[in-house]
C-alpha cells in the first residue's frame, strides 16, 4: 500500500515515469516507422517519434525535458558522435516545445489530445499536425543546406522542392495525425491501467445504438479481406486487387465504419490499420519506371485517407452525442430539473407493471404568489432529494406542470412503501430565507399496466384523489375510490369543454331575459345563458358555467354575451327604448385588468348608454384579486353602468363584506326568499339584510318569488325589485322586441 501511495505521489515528477518512458517507448515507435530509398536517397513513409516525444510534452509539460533529452540520446542517437547527438536532441526539442507552448497558449482549459470533438480540432491539427510537422521539416532542410547531417543519412535528393521532401513532409504530417492520439491513449494507459476500463466504456458509448452484431461482423470481414489483398505478395500477373489500387477501396469501408463506431474506434483501428498497409507498401507497389512519382501520390493519399476518416469519425460521433443530448434535454424539465411527463411515459411503456404515487402541494400555488417562483422551484427539487433514500433502483420522482409531482414506483411491497414514503414526506421541512414552510402534501396511488393509455387523464383522477387525500390526511388509493365514476366525470367534462368551445367559435349559445319588476313601476330584464345542446335541447347555465370556470372560459363567455347583448339593444333601440338588461359577470372578468375598458369599448361601439346596463356579480364565488375588482366596479360605475351582488347571503361572512363593498343593488339568493313564509329565521335574515341595504342606500331584489304570497311577504319588507316564475319566466331575449306592447301589462297584474 505504501509503494503504491509513493508511486501514485511521484510518477509524474521528472524522475518518475517522463524519465523512463521515452527511453522504453522510443525503440517501438522506431518500429513503425516506415523508410524506402528513391533515386539514391532515403525517405519516410511513416514516422512516429516525433508524435511520441510531443505526446510526452503535452501529457507531462516540463518534467518530460529531461526523459525527452535522454531518449533521443540513448535511442536515436544510438551510434552518433556527441556533436551530433546534441544537434538532433535539438532537431527535436524545437518543434516539440514550440508545439505544445502555443497548444497550451491557445487551449489552456483543454489537456486532451484526441480530435474526438470539433471545439479545438483547428488548434489541434495546427499545433499537434502542421506546425511540429512543418518546423521538423525545415530544420531538416537546413541541416541538409549546411551540411550537418549525421554521416549516415544520405543527404542525395533533400533538397526543398524535390519529391524526397514532399514524402519526407507528408509522413511527418501522418505520423503526427494518428501518432499523437495513439502515443497520448498508451502513455495515459500505462500511468494507469485502470484508464482501459474507461477507454472501453467511452468506447461503446460512442458505437450508433443502432449497429448490430452482424453490421460489425460484415464490416471486420471486408476490412480484413482488403487488407488480405494488399498484403498479398506481388507477382508477375498481378491484378488491379493486387495493386495500390486497393488501397482506394480502404476508404469507403473506413468511412462506413466512421460513421456508425464512432471517433474512439475507429481512430485506433484506422492507425493501426495504416501502420501496417505502409509497412507492408512493397507488396502492392513493385518498383517500375516513374515509381518515385507514384510513391509520393500514395504517400499523399496516407494523408489525405487519414484525415478524411479522422474527420468524419468526429463528426459522427459528435452528431450523435448531440442528438443523445437533445434526446435527454427532451425528457427532463429545463426548469426544475427534474424528469418530466414524456419520461415518465417512456418508463413506464417499458415496464409490465408500475405503481403512480401521485403528490399534490397546493399550497405552492399561494406561496408562489407571495415569495416568487424559485420557491416553488426550490421545493420540488429539495422535497425529490428527500424522497431518494426512499426510492429503489428504477424508481424516480417526475416533474408535473403546476406545483405537482409523481413517483412511479415498482409494485412489490408498494402499498406499505406508499405509507412510508408518505410518513417521510410529513417529516420534510424546506426553509426559504430564513423561514421553514411545510406545506400539506395530498398523496394518492394506482397500479396500471404497460401500456399506459390516456395518461393525462389518468393523472387527473390521481389529482382529484389526492384533494380526498388533504382532508382525510393519509394516502388514498384510486381504485378503492370509484374510478370508473371519476374516468367517466373527467370524460364528461372533457366534453363539455369542447362543446363550450365550438359555441364559442360557431355562436351555440342562446339569451333568455326574465323581467325584474320593481315596486315604482320601473323594470328592467336579467340576461340568462343557455347552451344549445346537440340535439336540440338548452343546457342550463349549471351545468356548463363550473366547466368553463375551470378550463378558463369564463372571460370568453362573458364577452359573447356582453357582445350579443349590446348588439341586440342597438338593433332594437327603436322598439324597445329605454330598454335596460342585467348582465351576469364571472370572477376571472371581475378580476380583469381590462375589462372596464372593454366595456367602454363595446358601449361605444353599439352606441349604448351606461345606465342601460347592470353587471352581476356573484357573491358566493371567490375573486382571485379582490382589490382589481373593487377598482374595476368603480370604474364600471363611472362609466354610468349600474353594480348588482348576486345571490346575496350564501358566501362566507357576507354581512362583513357588506360594510365594504360598493354597489347599487343587492339580490338576496332565492334560498332565503322561498322559505320565507316557512322560516321565521329566513324572515328575520331577510329583513335584516334589506334594513342594512337601505342604510347603504342600495336597492334590494327578491329572487325566487314563486307564489303571490311569497310576493305580498316580500312587498312587506320593502323589497324593491321582484324576479321569479310568478313575476315572469325566462323568454328568448329576441321575443323582447315582439312582446313590447305586453310588458306593461305584465306589469300591472303583479301588484
Known sequence: MQLTELYKKNRDKWWGLPLFLPTLLLPLARCANTFTRIDGGIVALYYLPLALLLSFMLFFGWEALPGIVLGIWLVIGQGMSAPEKVGIIFHFLIPIVLSWGGYRVFAPRRSHISYGTDRLMTQRLFWQVFFPASIFQLLLLFSVFFGILPARISPAGTGPLT?????????????????????????????????????????????????????????????????????????????????????????????????????????????????????????????????????????????????????????ATQQRSIHARVRRMAFIDPVVQMPNLWALSRKLAATPWSVLCFLRVPELEVLGRHYGMMVRIQYKQNLGKWLEPELLPGESVYQLSGHDLVIRLNTEGHESRIQAIDAHIKKFRFVWDGMPLQPNVGVSYCHVRSPVMQLPMLLGELSTIANLSLVTGSPESLQHRNAMHLQQRLRDKIMMMNHLQLALEHGKFQLMAQPIVGIRGDSYHEVLLRLEGEDGQLIAPDDFLPVAHEFGLSSRIDLWVLDNTLRFMDQHRDALAGLRLSINISPSSACGSRFPKTVEEHLKRHNIQGWQVIFELTESQSLSHPEQASQNMEQLRALGCRIAIDDFGTGYASYARLKKVSADILKIDGSFIRNLLSSSLDYQIVSSICHLARMKNMQVVAEYVETAEIRDAALGLGIDYLQGFCIGKPEPLEDLAAEQKDKPASGRDIW
Request: aromatic content about 14%.
Open 163 to 315: 519529391l524526397h521532401s514532399l514524402i519526407n513532409y507528408q509522413s511527418m504530417l501522418v505520423g503526427c495525425l494518428t501518432g499523437v492520439p495513439l502515443c497520448y491513449l498508451l502513455i495515459r494507459i500505462i500511468r494507469n491501467p485502470l484508464h482501459v476500463r474507461a477507454f472501453i466504456s467511452q468506447l461503446r458509448l460512442q458505437i450508433d445504438r443502432k449497429v448490430t452484431a452482424a453490421e460489425m461482423v460484415v464490416w471486420s470481414m471486408l476490412l480484413l479481406l482488403i487488407m488480405g489483398l494488399l498484403l498479398i505478395p506481388t507477382a508477375n500477373a498481378a491484378s488491379i486487387f493486387t495493386t495500390n489500387y486497393t488501397l482506394s477501396l480502404l476508404l469507403p469501408v473506413m468511412l462506413w465504419g466512421s460513421m456508425r463506431f464512432g471517433y474512439r474506434l475507429m481512430s485506433l483501428i484506422w492507425t493501426i490499420v495504416l501502420i501496417v498497409s505502409i509497412h507492408f507498401y512493397y507488396r502492392y507497389m513493385p518498383v517500375y519506371p516513374s515509381y518515385s512519382n507514384q510513391l509520393a501520390i500514395t504517400s499523399s493519399s496516407y494523408l489525405v485517407f487519414s484525415f478524411i476518416v479522422v474527420y468524419m469519425a468526429m463528426l
